[in-house]
């Protein structure tokens, strides 16, 4: 069983958008609030409970004069603000302990009112999907949704989303359970790349799309156009808009070139290997602006998911693994080479190879080396 979200535009009515823009809102201060309460508790050695800030926050602050308007949004949105509140205090004290994998978390941090995306969360007493294909939101009304794929199953909560370039999305979590796809003998390394976005190791390469570089003269007339706008203005939030309008575009294109593009390896391939590439440590050198347009996490992210839902073999091979320095005939290691060299010829067995394509059946062989002895085989690098 596989939890997956699907989101969906929805398109509500303006009468719709003031009362979703009072419940985010709301969402905002109560969450504000869980976190004010929490470190009030924790400066004065006092211990409270889930239940004890929940109370406090919105059963309590209902009766006050000044959070009295909080009764006029569906008490699901703001009980399950308190579990979002909750859980980031939780992340943040697992990353301190260790107990989160990954990179370290901060402390959660305040919301504003001035921040672009804004979200409700609600779980089945709050919403429903109604006969007429609406979706019908707890004091809000029946939202006009485009469904340009059917629901899988029932779904359990619903979280529903205006981001920065203003338009409003319905994100529902389904529990699938998928039927893996048919075996196949297919497996395939993935060098990813700048110049091309991969080469595989079967010889297929994949062009880098470069949604960014390409938008980039209409990114920059938008974001001139800002500048020149005076602050506070009306004009100026207009202009806003237009750049959060092009920078969605772009992001909206190589999300769906993504996904095509990983499916398609996914469904050919019974194994998958690529690289753990730190791109966060990338994202820092001057190639930062073509590392980001890539979009090599988002693409690998996928990869693994996908490959977790229809039943193929997704590895990972160590970043530091020499995968430019290997001879994939030989397995001699030749050195480092800089970047500019694309083709090189191995000293040991005069074999020449291009520089990707030779990286792309390393970490082939390494991710299924890894793989293979994972299951029980003793199986060597040079096998």
């Known amino acids: 069983m596989v939890q997956l979200r699907y989101r969906y535009r929805i398109y509500p009515t303006p009468g719709q ?10 969402a905002r201060v109560v969450f504000n609030d869980c976190l004010r309460a929490r470190q009030v508790a924790h400066e004065s050695g006092v211990k409270l409970s889930d239940t004890d800030v929940q109370k406090l926050v919105v059963t309590e602050a209902k009766k006050t004069p000044q959070r009295v308007w909080l009764g006029d949004v569906a008490s699901v949105v703001l009980v399950q603000v308190c579990q979002d509140a909750r859980r980031a205090y939780r992340n ?3 990353s301190m302990s260790g107990k989160r994998k990954g990179r370290k978390i901060g402390a959660p941090r305040f919301r504003s009112r001035k921040d672009t995306r804004q979200s409700i969360r609600l779980t089945r007493n709050g919403f429903s999907v109604r006969s007429n294909r609406k979706l019908y939101v707890a004091k809000v009304g029946e939202l006009t949704v485009a469904w340009s794929r059917e629901l899988p199953a029932v779904p359990s909560s619903v979280t ?8 409003y999305f319905a994100s529902f979590v389904v529990e699938t359970n998928d039927e893996a796809l048919p075996p196949i003998a297919d497996e395939v390394g993935i060098d990813l790349g700048l110049s091309s976005f991969a080469v595989l190791s079967d010889g297929r390469v994949i062009g880098a799309p470069k949604f960014l570089r390409r938008a980039e003269r209409k990114l920059r007339k938008a974001q001139q156009d800002l ?11 207009k202009a806003r808009l237009r750049v959060a309008k092009a920078h969605a575009r772009v992001a909206d294109s190589r999300r769906d070139w993504a996904h095509k593009e990983s499916t398609t390896i996914v469904r050919e391939n019974q194994a998958v290997f690529v690289e753990d590439l730190c791109v966060t440590g990338l994202a820092r050198t001057r190639l930062a602006k073509s590392v980001h347009d890539a979009g090599w996490s988002q693409f690998v992210g996928m990869l693994e998911y996908k490959a977790e839902r229809y039943g193929r073999v997704f590895g990972k091979v160590d970043r530091f693994f020499p995968s430019s320095q290997l001879c994939s005939a030989c397995r001699v ?25 030779n990286a792309a059946k390393n970490i082939h062989a390494a991710g299924r080396a890894e793989w293979l002895n994972a299951c029980g085989g003793a199986v060597s690098l040079s096998a």
């Open 227 to 237: 500048s020149r706008k005076q602050k506070g203005s009306s004009n100026r939030a």
């Open 17 to 26: 958008q003031n009362r979703l823009a009072q419940a985010f809102g709301c």
């Open 160 to 167: 529903v989303i205006k981001d920065s370039a203003g338009r």
């Open 92 to 94: 943040w004290f697992d």
């Open 333 to 357: 290691q030749d050195g480092p080479k800089p970047l500019s060299i694309r083709e090189w010829t191995c000293t040991a067995c005069g074999a020449v190879h291009d520089r990707d394509l």
